[in-house]
Protein backbone atom coordinates (compact mmCIF):
# COMPACT_ATOMS: atom_id res chain seq x y z
CA UNK A 1 0.00 0.00 0.00
CA UNK A 2 1.84 3.05 -1.12
CA UNK A 3 0.33 6.44 -0.14
CA UNK A 4 1.74 10.43 -1.17
CA UNK A 5 1.01 14.21 -0.65
CA UNK A 6 2.14 16.79 -2.95
CA UNK A 7 2.18 20.51 -2.27
CA UNK A 8 3.26 23.05 -4.21
CA UNK A 9 4.00 26.48 -2.88
CA UNK A 10 6.01 29.60 -2.26
CA UNK A 11 8.55 29.50 0.43
CA UNK A 12 7.07 33.31 2.70
CA UNK A 13 11.11 33.77 3.96
CA UNK A 14 12.79 33.80 1.25
CA UNK A 15 10.35 34.32 -1.35
CA UNK A 16 11.59 31.09 -3.42
CA UNK A 17 9.09 29.20 -5.68
CA UNK A 18 9.45 25.28 -3.88
CA UNK A 19 7.58 22.22 -4.42
CA UNK A 20 7.16 19.51 -1.53
CA UNK A 21 6.12 16.13 -1.89
CA UNK A 22 6.18 13.31 1.01
CA UNK A 23 5.49 10.19 0.72
CA UNK A 24 4.47 7.46 2.19
CA UNK A 25 5.05 3.61 2.07
CA UNK A 26 3.14 1.05 3.72
CA UNK A 27 4.42 -2.41 3.33
CA UNK A 28 2.75 -5.78 4.25
CA UNK A 29 5.68 -8.13 4.82
CA UNK A 30 5.06 -11.69 6.28
CA UNK A 31 5.96 -12.40 9.72
CA UNK A 32 9.23 -15.00 9.51
CA UNK A 33 10.35 -15.45 12.77
CA UNK A 34 8.61 -15.65 16.51
CA UNK A 35 9.62 -15.63 20.08
CA UNK A 36 8.07 -17.21 23.18
CA UNK A 37 9.23 -18.04 27.02
CA UNK A 38 8.52 -21.70 28.04
CA UNK A 39 8.81 -21.96 32.29
CA UNK A 40 8.57 -24.11 35.52
CA UNK A 41 7.51 -23.10 38.39
CA UNK A 42 7.56 -25.41 41.68
CA UNK A 43 6.69 -23.97 45.31
CA UNK A 44 7.91 -26.65 47.99
CA UNK A 45 8.49 -25.99 52.23
CA UNK A 46 11.94 -26.73 51.57
CA UNK A 47 14.18 -24.74 49.05
CA UNK A 48 15.80 -27.95 47.76
CA UNK A 49 12.87 -29.92 46.89
CA UNK A 50 11.52 -26.64 45.07
CA UNK A 51 14.63 -26.96 42.84
CA UNK A 52 14.61 -30.01 42.61
CA UNK A 53 11.31 -30.28 40.58
CA UNK A 54 12.00 -27.04 38.87
CA UNK A 55 15.41 -28.36 37.84
CA UNK A 56 14.01 -32.21 36.69
CA UNK A 57 11.15 -30.30 34.59
CA UNK A 58 13.21 -28.04 32.98
CA UNK A 59 15.77 -31.06 31.80
CA UNK A 60 12.59 -32.43 30.28
CA UNK A 61 11.68 -29.65 28.81
CA UNK A 62 15.22 -28.64 27.24
CA UNK A 63 15.24 -32.14 25.70
CA UNK A 64 11.87 -31.59 24.25
CA UNK A 65 13.48 -28.09 22.83
CA UNK A 66 16.07 -29.43 21.33
CA UNK A 67 14.29 -32.11 19.88
CA UNK A 68 12.43 -30.93 18.05
CA UNK A 69 15.41 -28.80 16.17
CA UNK A 70 16.05 -25.95 18.29
CA UNK A 71 19.67 -25.07 18.81
CA UNK A 72 21.29 -23.66 22.15
CA UNK A 73 22.61 -20.49 22.26
CA UNK A 74 21.46 -19.72 18.96
CA UNK A 75 17.76 -20.60 19.28
CA UNK A 76 16.86 -20.74 22.57
CA UNK A 77 18.89 -20.05 26.06
CA UNK A 78 18.11 -19.68 29.86
CA UNK A 79 15.88 -16.39 30.45
CA UNK A 80 15.47 -16.93 34.35
CA UNK A 81 16.29 -18.95 37.64
CA UNK A 82 14.69 -17.07 40.41
CA UNK A 83 14.76 -18.17 44.15
CA UNK A 84 12.22 -16.47 46.08
CA UNK A 85 11.08 -16.71 50.00
CA UNK A 86 7.13 -17.56 50.78
CA UNK A 87 6.19 -15.73 53.94
CA UNK A 88 3.75 -16.04 56.17
CA UNK A 89 0.80 -13.49 55.89
CA UNK A 90 0.53 -11.48 58.69
CA UNK A 91 -2.79 -12.30 61.08
CA UNK A 92 -4.88 -9.02 60.64
CA UNK A 93 -4.53 -8.73 65.07
CA UNK A 94 -0.95 -9.88 65.23
CA UNK A 95 0.49 -9.21 68.45
CA UNK A 96 3.38 -6.77 69.36
CA UNK A 97 5.88 -9.64 69.45
CA UNK A 98 4.37 -11.33 65.84
CA UNK A 99 7.72 -11.91 63.71
CA UNK A 100 7.85 -12.44 59.67
CA UNK A 101 7.93 -16.45 59.27
CA UNK A 102 9.32 -18.01 56.33
CA UNK A 103 6.77 -21.08 55.20
CA UNK A 104 8.17 -22.24 52.36
CA UNK A 105 10.08 -21.34 48.66
CA UNK A 106 8.87 -20.62 45.04
CA UNK A 107 11.78 -21.59 42.51
CA UNK A 108 10.80 -20.50 38.79
CA UNK A 109 13.10 -20.98 35.76
CA UNK A 110 12.41 -20.10 32.01
CA UNK A 111 13.99 -20.27 28.29
CA UNK A 112 13.02 -17.80 26.01
CA UNK A 113 12.80 -19.61 22.32
CA UNK A 114 13.52 -17.22 19.05
CA UNK A 115 13.35 -19.15 15.81
CA UNK A 116 12.20 -18.75 12.23
CA UNK A 117 11.02 -22.52 12.36
CA UNK A 118 7.55 -20.69 11.89
CA UNK A 119 5.75 -24.27 11.11
CA UNK A 120 6.91 -25.75 14.29
CA UNK A 121 5.92 -23.24 16.99
CA UNK A 122 2.62 -24.76 17.31
CA UNK A 123 4.32 -28.04 18.14
CA UNK A 124 6.95 -26.13 20.39
CA UNK A 125 3.88 -25.14 23.15
CA UNK A 126 2.11 -28.08 22.69
CA UNK A 127 5.49 -30.71 23.47
CA UNK A 128 6.09 -27.95 26.00
CA UNK A 129 2.92 -28.57 28.02
CA UNK A 130 3.46 -32.13 28.11
CA UNK A 131 7.22 -31.91 29.29
CA UNK A 132 5.60 -29.76 32.66
CA UNK A 133 6.00 -26.60 31.29
CA UNK A 134 3.69 -24.38 33.44
CA UNK A 135 4.26 -21.13 32.03
CA UNK A 136 3.74 -20.37 28.22
CA UNK A 137 4.14 -16.76 28.03
CA UNK A 138 2.87 -15.13 24.35
CA UNK A 139 3.90 -15.95 21.17
CA UNK A 140 5.04 -13.19 19.55
CA UNK A 141 5.90 -12.65 15.45
CA UNK A 142 8.59 -10.24 14.09
CA UNK A 143 10.95 -9.97 11.31
CA UNK A 144 13.97 -12.04 11.32
CA UNK A 145 15.91 -9.02 9.42
CA UNK A 146 13.77 -5.92 9.65
CA UNK A 147 16.64 -3.64 8.43
CA UNK A 148 15.70 -5.14 4.81
CA UNK A 149 12.03 -4.27 4.78
CA UNK A 150 12.84 -1.22 6.70
CA UNK A 151 15.21 -0.47 3.40
CA UNK A 152 12.58 -1.75 0.78
CA UNK A 153 10.09 0.85 2.76
CA UNK A 154 12.33 3.54 2.23
CA UNK A 155 13.64 3.23 -1.16
CA UNK A 156 9.36 3.08 -2.12
CA UNK A 157 8.34 6.16 -0.46
CA UNK A 158 10.91 7.40 -2.04
CA UNK A 159 10.90 6.66 -5.32
CA UNK A 160 6.99 7.36 -5.66
CA UNK A 161 7.56 11.10 -3.88
CA UNK A 162 10.21 11.56 -6.98
CA UNK A 163 7.08 10.21 -9.31
CA UNK A 164 4.59 12.36 -7.46
CA UNK A 165 7.04 15.81 -7.96
CA UNK A 166 7.67 15.48 -11.83
CA UNK A 167 3.63 14.72 -11.75
CA UNK A 168 2.82 17.69 -9.94
CA UNK A 169 5.66 19.68 -12.24
CA UNK A 170 4.64 18.96 -14.94
CA UNK A 171 0.42 19.50 -14.40
CA UNK A 172 1.71 23.12 -13.08
CA UNK A 173 3.62 23.47 -15.83
CA UNK A 174 6.82 23.97 -13.92
CA UNK A 175 10.01 22.79 -14.33
CA UNK A 176 11.78 21.06 -11.39
CA UNK A 177 15.40 22.84 -10.92
CA UNK A 178 17.40 20.82 -7.95
CA UNK A 179 16.28 18.69 -4.98
CA UNK A 180 16.64 21.29 -1.41
CA UNK A 181 16.31 18.92 0.93
CA UNK A 182 15.67 15.17 1.41
CA UNK A 183 14.28 13.72 4.94
CA UNK A 184 13.40 10.55 6.16
CA UNK A 185 10.75 11.53 8.67
CA UNK A 186 9.38 8.04 9.85
CA UNK A 187 10.43 4.72 9.46
CA UNK A 188 9.08 2.06 11.46
CA UNK A 189 7.54 -1.60 11.84
CA UNK A 190 4.19 -2.40 14.30
CA UNK A 191 3.89 -6.05 14.82
CA UNK A 192 0.54 -8.30 15.04
CA UNK A 193 -0.76 -8.59 18.43
CA UNK A 194 0.94 -11.21 21.07
CA UNK A 195 -1.11 -14.54 21.25
CA UNK A 196 -1.64 -15.84 24.67
CA UNK A 197 -1.29 -19.73 25.29
CA UNK A 198 -1.40 -21.89 28.26
CA UNK A 199 -1.43 -20.90 31.74
CA UNK A 200 0.81 -19.50 34.46
CA UNK A 201 1.63 -21.37 38.06
CA UNK A 202 -1.42 -23.61 36.90
CA UNK A 203 -4.32 -20.52 36.50
CA UNK A 204 -5.62 -21.35 33.15
CA UNK A 205 -5.29 -18.34 30.63
CA UNK A 206 -6.89 -20.56 27.65
CA UNK A 207 -8.40 -23.85 27.50
CA UNK A 208 -5.97 -25.72 25.56
CA UNK A 209 -5.56 -29.89 24.52
CA UNK A 210 -2.16 -30.57 25.08
CA UNK A 211 -2.49 -33.25 22.67
CA UNK A 212 -3.08 -31.37 19.68
CA UNK A 213 -0.65 -28.61 18.57
CA UNK A 214 -2.72 -25.09 17.95
CA UNK A 215 -2.72 -24.31 15.16
CA UNK A 216 -0.22 -21.00 14.50
CA UNK A 217 -0.70 -18.14 11.48
CA UNK A 218 2.21 -15.90 12.69
CA UNK A 219 -0.31 -12.64 10.12
CA UNK A 220 2.37 -9.33 9.08
CA UNK A 221 4.43 -6.92 9.62
CA UNK A 222 3.53 -3.49 8.56
CA UNK A 223 6.80 -1.55 8.33
CA UNK A 224 6.04 2.61 7.28
CA UNK A 225 8.42 4.90 6.01
CA UNK A 226 7.57 8.81 5.25
CA UNK A 227 10.09 10.16 2.46
CA UNK A 228 9.48 14.30 2.12
CA UNK A 229 11.46 15.68 -0.69
CA UNK A 230 11.87 20.25 -1.31
CA UNK A 231 12.64 20.80 -4.95
CA UNK A 232 13.04 24.35 -6.29
CA UNK A 233 11.57 25.18 -9.37
CA UNK A 234 11.46 27.25 -12.42
CA UNK A 235 8.49 28.02 -15.22
CA UNK A 236 8.68 25.38 -17.61
CA UNK A 237 10.35 26.61 -20.81
CA UNK A 238 7.66 28.90 -22.55
CA UNK A 239 5.28 29.18 -19.41
CA UNK A 240 3.81 32.21 -18.15
CA UNK A 241 5.91 32.21 -14.03
CA UNK A 242 2.90 31.67 -11.72
CA UNK A 243 3.57 31.67 -7.83
CA UNK A 244 1.25 29.58 -5.71
CA UNK A 245 1.30 31.04 -2.45
CA UNK A 246 -0.27 28.75 0.39
CA UNK A 247 -2.09 31.46 2.85
CA UNK A 248 -5.31 32.38 0.27
CA UNK A 249 -4.38 29.81 -2.68
CA UNK A 250 -4.15 32.72 -4.93
CA UNK A 251 -2.04 32.79 -8.12
CA UNK A 252 -0.11 35.85 -9.12
CA UNK A 253 1.77 36.85 -11.98
CA UNK A 254 5.39 37.57 -12.42
Request: charged share 20%; with cysteine; glycine share 6%.
Amino acid sequence: LILSFAALCTSAIHGEDILVVTGTAELDVPADQFSLRLGVTAAAPDVSAARQQVDTAMHALASTVESLGFERHTEWRTARYDISPQWKPRPRNASSDWKPEIVGYRVNSAVNVTSQKMDLAGKLIAEASKSGANEIGALRFSLADPRASRKEAIQTATRYALADAHTLAEAAHVRLVRVQHLSLDHASASTPRPVEYGWAAGAPRMAMDKEAAPNIAGGTITVTANVTARWDIAPADGAMHTRYTPSDGQDSDQ
